[in-house]
T-cell receptor, first 114, second 114 residues
Framework: KAGVTQTPRYLIKTRGQQVTLSCSPI?????VSWYQQTPGQGLQFLFE???????NKGNFPGRFSGRQFSNSRSEMNVSTLELGDSALYLC?????????????FGPGTRLLVL | AQKVTQAQTEISVVEKEDVTLDCVYE???????LFWYKQPPSGELVFLIR??????QNEISGRYSWNFQKSTSSFNFTITASQVVDSAVYFC???????????FGTGTRLKVLA
């Protein structure tokens, strides 16, 4: 089975721009979660989607949004980029309810905001 | 509130030494799940193990072993006869059955020197 894939792998943007990141979960997985990883804050939960519904959201400003499609693929969008948004964005998928299921992570998208 | 503490920021060992990575968690729930992930320089989080709160059996997988002790809220990870390829950042994570997110520790960077 193919693992979680994320595109693009690397991205350079400038302040004020917006960006969309994509995640394709493992086949059959219906839950997709997004995390932001920075040296200062570590791994922080952004949001989780299941069957196109957002079930939980982390403490991030409204500039961070996401969605999930009927095929379980997910996108996250960051508008009005700030320097502090530079990070590794990781997507993870699991079969169903995150608590009782193991999350499998993709390779991440490294975003650099200049 | 959920919390995961990995007090060891960085550990350096010489190849073939044994090393233990500590993880202490906080939760009010009786049903919860604990995980260990490995993050090599490539960035992808690689799943190592999941443990349920109602299963305190220790686990051994090759050179890896895990010691889960509810009495001390700890879930420690030991690598026996470490190898250079074990060099990575290791994360401990926790989730409760009723939530849809993982809480990660700050990670322990392990350097295995040849």
């Amino acid at each position: 089975k193919a693992g979680v894939t994320q595109t693009p792998r690397y991205l350079i943007k400038t302040r004020g721009q917006q960006v969309t990141l994509s995640c394709s979960p493992i086949s059959g997985h219906r839950s997709v979660s997004w995390y932001q990883q920075t040296p200062g804050q570590g791994l922080q939960f952004l949001f989780e989607y299941f069957s196109e519904t957002q079930r939980n959201k982390g403490n991030f400003p409204g500039r961070f949004s996401g969605r999930q499609f009927s095929n379980s693929r997910s996108e996250m969008n960051v508008s009005t980029l700030e320097l502090g948004d530079s990070a590794l964005y990781l997507c993870a998928s699991s079969l169903g309810q995150v608590g009782s299921e193991t999350q499998y992570f993709g390779p991440g998208t490294r975003l650099l905001v200049l | 509130a959920q919390k995961v503490t990995q007090a060891q920021t960085e550990i350096s060992v010489v190849e073939k030494e044994d090393v233990t990575l500590d993880c202490v968690y906080e939760t009010r729930d009786t049903t919860y799940y604990l995980f260990w992930y490995k993050q090599p320089p490539s960035g992808e989080l690689v799943f190592l193990i999941r443990r349920n709160s109602f299963d305190e059996q220790n686990e051994i997988s090759g050179r890896y072993s895990w010691n889960f002790q509810k009495s001390t809220s700890s879930f420690n990870f030991t690598i026996t006869a470490s190898q250079v390829v074990d060099s990575a950042v290791y994360f401990c994570a926790h989730t409760d059955s009723g939530t849809y997110k993982y809480i990660f520790g700050t990670g322990t960077r392990l350097k295995v020197l040849a």
